[in-house]
């Protein structure tokens, strides 16, 4: 569904991205691994349109690179960013609704909010609160219900598990599983790689920008390289 | 008691014009992260438009709306023309940018109309006094306040209900996953910015109303005084803008009237070092801004 390559992305001086190449088959759960600073938000993000970068990006064969984010996503790929990035001022109705505002009006923006409100109930107990006030638990349920709003056939999660405590983490995997058999295509950003592997298709590890192996989920759990440096024995 | 009501509308009604002023200010800051202080200039559009439209005796209300209408489109076309290829420019440049247009446009109004004051009569039943009971008060002031209050209410529900009042309001906290969502930064920054000229013309209309004239460099005094009310409320934020602006009018029509003679000519060195006294008190403004993240 989503092929990438010869992709660079470059902060001024600084490669973090060089010469990748991968790809998410469709109706998959596809997860990239690294250390910090490998480059993985950095590939989110030259996807999404937020990061400037080179090489060929292509979306059921049509190429999405050097298109603004705000196309982007009315291709159907919606990221969902690290760090949550809810608008805190402003209520989770608000987000939702901002979430969805250009791809769906009227009717069918109420049957989307109504369908994510559904999947998570915990946003329709907050529904007039400000996102600010949620917990990080609740803020990543928010984050991702919005990005859903979009009905993106490609949805693009950075670090979801990051900060959150252990039976939220839970939940959040649990999510990400159940949206796979929705027919959502995944592409999974994980510092988790001992759960984010349990639950992936394929995985591809990265290191300072490159990439250094590539496997399905079950062989990558069980390489040397990946049970050394990420799963801690 | 007479003399303390009057002045207080005085003050309130001031203040009004401030805040609407600050908060054309702030839209703009807070999304785009650029002091416009070409802002004074969208006024004297205003303020000439409504100068040709009673010249020519069109009725005021149709005057008013067109002089607004026309600082609005002045200042879309400003964000067109000059501050769109210096979007990715540092706030210091957007900030000289602003001053160009400003000065550009103060140019034009000499060299183009004139560089003495033109007049504009308001209709007599506008310029006199309202009696309640033993108290007579300005209709100008009066109808300014309430102007004032309609026009924040308006923007508060704009804010609150539309589309694009909620993507200004998440724009301001985070640009960039604003555009994820779909919503054109393009789009978003024009609206900001004409709202920010229908509110210079309201102010401008409101400014006019009491002076009775307008000249080319009408708008350097207002815009300052909004620039030193949006830092008073927090910078970049709209209800620090709105408490700032009364804050501000509020001040200086209490130092007017109740210093004494002797200490009148330093008037606004006693507002000033009130300002001073705010800002000792709460460096980052009577309510901050929420500092998001910006493309």
New interface residues.
């Given amino acids: 569904m989503l092929e990438i390559e010869g992709l660079s992305v470059r902060y001024g001086a600084v490669e973090a991205v060089g010469n990748l190449g991968f790809t998410v088959p469709k109706g998959s759960i596809t997860v990239l691994l690294g250390a910090n600073g490998a480059g993985k938000s950095s590939t989110l993000n030259a996807i999404?349109?937020?990061a400037p970068s080179r090489g060929r990006i292509a979306l059921n064969g049509a190429e999405l690179g050097g298109l603004?984010?705000?196309e982007i996503?009315?291709r159907g790929v919606?990221?969902c960013?690290e760090g949550r990035?809810v608008?805190?001022?402003?209520s989770v109705a608000?987000n939702l609704?901002?979430?969805g505002?250009?791809?769906a009006k009227g009717e069918e923006l109420a049957r989307r909010t109504e369908a994510e409100l559904d999947r998570f109930p915990i946003l329709r107990e907050r529904y007039h609160q400000k996102a600010g006030l949620l917990s990080g638990g609740e803020q990543q349920m928010l984050a991702v219900a919005?990005?859903l709003?979009?009905a993106p056939r490609l949805l693009l999660l950075d670090e979801p598990s990051l900060g959150l405590a252990p039976k939220v983490v839970e939940q959040v995997f649990g999510l990400i599983s159940g949206l796979r058999t929705q027919g959502i295509t995944i592409l999974l950003v994980e510092q988790n790689a001992e759960r984010a592997l349990e639950i992936a298709d394929h995985g591809y590890v990265l290191q300072s920008g490159a990439l250094v192996l590539s496997g399905s989920g079950r062989e990558l759990a069980e390489s040397p390289l990946i049970r050394d440096a990420y799963l801690a024995g | 008691m007479d003399f303390f009501l009057q002045q207080l509308l005085n003050a309130v009604s001031l203040g009004g014009i401030y805040a609407l002023l600050a908060l054309g200010l702030a839209v703009v800051f807070s999304i785009v992260a650029l002091i416009n202080f070409a802002h004074g200039e969208l006024m004297t559009v205003a303020g000439y438009v409504l100068f040709v439209c009673i010249l020519y005796a069109v009725p005021l209300p149709i005057a008013v709306v067109a002089a607004i209408a026309a600082a609005a489109v002045a200042a879309a076309a400003t964000e067109r023309l000059a501050f769109r290829p210096m979007r990715r420019a540092d706030p210091t440049s957007l900030m000289l940018t602003s001053f160009a247009v400003s000065a550009i446009l103060k140019v034009l109004f000499q060299n183009g109309i004139s560089a003495r004051p033109k007049p504009v009569p308001l209709p007599p039943d506008l310029s006199g006094t309202l009696t309640f009971g033993p108290v007579r008060l300005g209709t100008v002031p009066l109808a300014s306040i309430l102007v004032t209050c309609l026009s924040l209410f308006a923007l508060t529900l704009f804010l609150k209900r539309t589309?694009m009042g909620?993507?200004m309001?998440?724009a301001a906290?985070?640009f960039?996953?604003?555009?994820?969502?779909?919503?054109?930064?393009n789009r978003v920054i024009a609206a900001a910015f004409a709202l920010s000229g229908m509110l210079a013309g309201i102010s401008a209309a409101l400014w006019v109303a009491q002076r009775g004239s307008v000249d080319p460099l009408m708008g350097f005094v207002p815009v300052l005084k909004a620039f030193v009310a949006s830092v008073i409320g927090g910078l970049g934020s709209l209800s620090g803008a709105v408490a700032g602006g009364f804050a501000l009018g509020i001040a200086e029509v209490l130092f007017q009237a109740y210093l004494p003679d002797a200490a009148l000519p330093f008037r606004d060195a006693f507002v000033l070092g009130f300002v001073v006294l705010l800002l000792l008190w709460r460096p980052d403004g009577l309510i901050p801004a929420?500092t998001g993240?910006r493309s």
């Fill in positions: 999404s349109g937020l603004p984010p705000e996503v009315r919606a990221l960013p990035r608008f805190p001022s402003l608000d609704h901002l979430g505002a250009v791809h919005r990005a709003m979009s | 589309v909620k993507a309001r998440a906290e985070d960039q996953v604003l555009r994820l969502m779909g919503i054109r930064a929420r993240r």
